[in-house]
């Protein structure tokens, strides 16, 4: 017996015109034995693989193709009223055309219509053969798709319906259901969380610093600043006025955030200081610790021999912080450490005057520069120690927003 993790939530599920529709029989079937109401809407080319009858009398609901009704009897604002209602939108299989459509804003079909006026999340499941999923038209959809905030649950390999084997399997209906329960608690927990943090203010720094040696070489570091970025839409998501500070990154600014530009240590720690009045810090950009004590005015021409360079101290941004710390206000720096890890963090932490600190160990797996993922370990002021797995870096953003926000 399939447990009722679906009790009492209300499921939108589109079924578009590939050979995967089939398998849109089962996922009703298990969405419905998990105790979730499920609206089907189906594209009319979907229509054409599996019988909306078949659909229909799993769902008990009638199944909804067209957007204009054909009886005109005043059930115009259906779209609208079912993205009201839904707390999750799934659209399974969904074909290269549907996601070209959705990532577009067409609004042609029920289906397309409903997406465009749904406020639930929309989770996706390509299916398609192997050239059509990897086409730079599809990947660059699905990527606009992700940008809105859509997630993407990726297509199995495998053989396909044209016997080619590759890319482009739907994943199977009882994963499928999976990860619609796992998305459903996500969405409870953030609503929890929605205005954790109205009111406060909180300053971000993230990237890294460039110090100029001329106008052509500069020293820098690889941190790409996702985990900072991560941490500026995490906190803007809670409520909070989000003031990021930025070192050279190619990363978007994430929506609601104010950002400030800065290239040198120097830039960071005086637009830090304009903003050193907030309620929260976190200070994960990797800041240079050291500058070219002159930046020549022009390349510096190779010479025989070897070069030497003199650099001298930047400011320490988060010492000064902690130096000049406000009551009430909560400081988090971050640790990039390769030997004695713990102890170098602990010490950081307690030198720099700090409530928190994040402690990324560069030998870990998962950890580090540039990786999607990040493995961390949170101390306290208090000595209180925990060793977080590794998880995408947003997730570990909203774990160390839970640990510091309490
Ligand atoms: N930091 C800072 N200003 C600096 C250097 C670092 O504010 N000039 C901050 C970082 O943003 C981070 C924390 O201090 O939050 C620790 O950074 P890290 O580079 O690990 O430590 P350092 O203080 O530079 O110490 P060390 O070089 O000895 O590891």
């Excluded at 080619?164 to 259901?177: D, F, K, W, Y």
């Excluded at 796992?182 to 929605?194: F, N, T, Y």
């Excluded at 990324?360 to 925990?386: K, M």
Aim: proline fraction near 6%; aromatic fraction near 4%.
């Amino acid at each position: 017996m399939m447990p009722a993790t679906l009790n009492g939530r209300n499921l939108l599920l589109g079924v578009t015109g590939s050979i995967a529709a089939y398998k849109a029989a089962e996922l009703v079937r298990l969405c419905k034995k998990a105790g979730a109401e499920v609206q089907v809407l189906m594209t009319p080319d979907a229509a054409r693989f599996i019988p909306p009858l078949t659909l229909g009398t799993l769902s008990e609901r009638e199944v909804l193709v067209e957007i204009f009704p054909e009886n005109e009897d005043g059930s115009w604002t259906k779209h609208v009223n079912l993205g009201l209602w839904a707390d999750l939108f799934v659209v399974a299989p969904a074909t290269a055309q549907t996601l070209a459509k959705l990532a577009y804003g067409f609004c042609d079909t029920m289906l397309t219509a409903t997406a465009l006026a749904s406020r639930c999340p929309l989770l996706v499941a390509p299916a398609m053969d192997h050239d059509m999923y990897l086409h730079p038209a599809t990947q660059a959809n699905l990527e606009r798709l992700r940008s809105f905030g859509v997630e993407v649950m990726e297509p199995g390999y495998g053989e396909l319906a044209s016997g080619l084997v590759g890319h482009g399997r739907m994943p199977e209906p009882e994963a499928i259901v999976a990860r619609l329960t796992e998305k459903l608690v996500e969405i409870d927990a953030s609503a929890e969380r929605k205005d954790q943090l109205t009111g406060k203010r909180v300053l971000v720094t993230a990237g890294p610093t460039r110090e100029p040696i001329d106008p052509v070489r500069l020293i820098t570091n690889p941190s790409t600043g996702t985990m900072g970025y991560a941490l500026a839409a995490a906190a803007h998501a809670r409520g909070a006025d989000v003031i990021l500070v930025s070192g050279p990154t190619n990363l978007a600014t994430p929506t609601g955030v104010t950002r400030i530009d800065v290239t040198t240590a120097e830039e960071m720690h005086a637009a830090v200081q304009q903003h050193a009045d907030v309620d929260y810090v976190f200070m994960v950009a990797a800041v240079a610790d050291y500058t070219p004590i002159e930046t020549a005015p022009s390349k510096i021409k190779k010479d025989e021999g070897d070069l030497t360079l003199r650099l001298r101290r930047t400011p320490d941004i988060l010492a000064t912080l902690g130096k000049n710390k406000h009551n009430g206000q909560v400081l988090v720096g971050f640790a990039m450490e390769t030997d004695d890890v713990l102890a170098n963090a602990q010490r950081k932490l307690e030198k720099k005057n700090l409530d928190w600190i994040v402690l990324n160990n560069l030998h870990e797996q998962g950890a580090g520069f540039g990786n999607g993922t990040n493995r961390v370990t949170l101390l306290r002021r208090d000595g209180h120690r925990e060793d977080l797995p590794v998880l995408p870096k947003r997730a570990v953003a909203e774990a160390i927003l839970d640990r510091v926000l309490g």
